[in-house]
């Protein structure tokens, strides 16, 4: 058994000053403060004395890192998940994003074999497949080459048994209705992005069973008064979710604050959109089969763009997303957890076993600094990352 003890627990639901957390078998066994809880002669203590201890992060949207593309290259998610402990990611969605659907099976394939012997590391939900369904004028960094019409047949094998949690498409594209309601029956959940939707075509797709919004603001038209589009109809409809990255260069930072408002933090989700140069220096890497290169921005992160200029995904660890949402909405530290902890839970429907620190959930947990910098993380009981 493990014994956390000394904390300053942030379940994200309540805080608890003076916390023990106590762990067996990899799951959380009890939570209280220290007047409540006694640890065991036998257990094995971490004092977390002077420290936050969170849940886990999740990230809905990840590309790679460390040099590695998941689309290019499906088997590393196992070798990238091991090392985002660091950041204080505990689980995350391995994103997969236009390419010959070969790509996605490939993925599929890499976890349901599961991860090498002795590995331990961030754990992969399931795959977040961010097209190739998407609208060719809003393509992005996606290669338009790889672009198709929705059909059911492509998605045949999609699913959260399959390994496909999260699934990105354009609801104004013929066949597109279909399509989620049928990825939506089975457990999916379905995504508008990279769209021009309409205000009307949204609301069909959220009837349909759309229930998130891909990185709000970006690759969708932009929030007009007489037109809301797309991004009005997620910011105003209150059963919608929303992703957004915090960067300071996918979106400013007046806008994140605007969706806050609009959402909260039970219906706001931050992600990364991180690729492959996450953890890496400026360079030239890959998204896809397609070339990008990373430069340093004012705003204090490297920036990732194709030739052409167009952003292609993120360089923004997760911590540091947490810390830009602190700083540019002025929400609680309890409130911007649950962006990247019980809100991305209860989205996939695991909210009983992953982003809160309650008994018979998953111990994933993140040991913070005062300043919100990561000092260990544990995963499913087992220490994963220490600084």
């Known amino acids: 058994m493990l014994c ?8 994200p639901d309540a805080q608890i000053d003076d916390g023990v957390l106590l762990i067996e078998r990899g799951r959380i066994l009890a939570v209280g403060d220290a007047a409540s809880i006694a640890a065991p002669d036998d257990a094995e203590v971490i004092d977390a004395v002077g420290l936050i201890v969170a849940p886990g992060f999740i990230d809905l949207q990840l590309n790679g890192a460390f040099g590695d593309d998941f689309t290019l290259t499906p088997d590393t998610i196992w070798r990238v998940a091991a090392g985002l402990p660091r950041w204080g990611v505990t689980s995350f969605l391995p994103t997969i994003i236009t390419s010959p659907l070969s790509q996605p099976a490939q993925a599929q394939e890499t976890l ?24 060719p004028q809003k393509k992005g960094a996606h290669n338009p080459a790889h672009l198709r019409p929705p059909t059911l047949t492509d998605v045949a094998a999609w699913s959260p048994e399959n390994h496909v949690r999260l699934v990105t498409l354009a609801p104004e594209l013929p066949g597109a209705l279909a399509v989620v309601a049928g990825l939506a029956a089975r457990g999916v959940v379905v995504s508008a992005g990279h769209s021009l939707a309409t205000y009307r075509e949204a609301k069909a797709g959220f009837a349909a069973g759309i229930r998130y919004g891909t990185h709000l603001f970006n690759a969708m038209p932009p929030l007009d008064h007489r037109e809301p589009g797309l991004p009005g109809a997620l910011l105003g409809d209150p059963a919608l979710t929303i992703g957004i990255i915090p960067d300071g260069i996918h979106v400013h930072p007046t806008m994140v604050a605007l969706a806050w408002a609009a959402k909260g933090p039970q219906r706001l989700t931050v992600v990364t959109d991180a690729m492959a140069a996450l953890g890496m220096a400026p360079g030239r890497y890959t998204i896809a089969d397609q070339e990008v290169i990373v430069s340093a921005h004012d705003q204090g992160v490297n920036e990732a763009r194709l030739p052409s200029g167009s952003l292609a995904g993120s360089v923004l660890a997760m911590d540091e997303a947490l810390r830009r949402l602190i700083r540019y909405t002025g929400c ?5 957890l649950r962006t990247i902890t019980a809100t991305p839970a209860d989205l996939l429907g695991l909210g009983a076993e992953r982003g809160r620190l309650r008994a018979g959930a998953w111990a994933d947990l993140v040991f913070l600094t005062p300043m919100l910098e990561v000092v260990r993380t544990v995963v499913a009981g087992v220490v994963c990352y220490e600084r």
Do not use: K, V
């Open 332 to 336: 609680s530290l309890g409130d911007a």
């Open 4 to 11: 956390i003890r000394r904390a300053t627990l942030l379940t």
């Open 112 to 135: 349901e074999s599961g991860p090498p012997s002795g590995w331990r590391g961030s754990i992969p939900l399931g795959l977040h497949c961010e097209g190739p369904f998407l609208n």
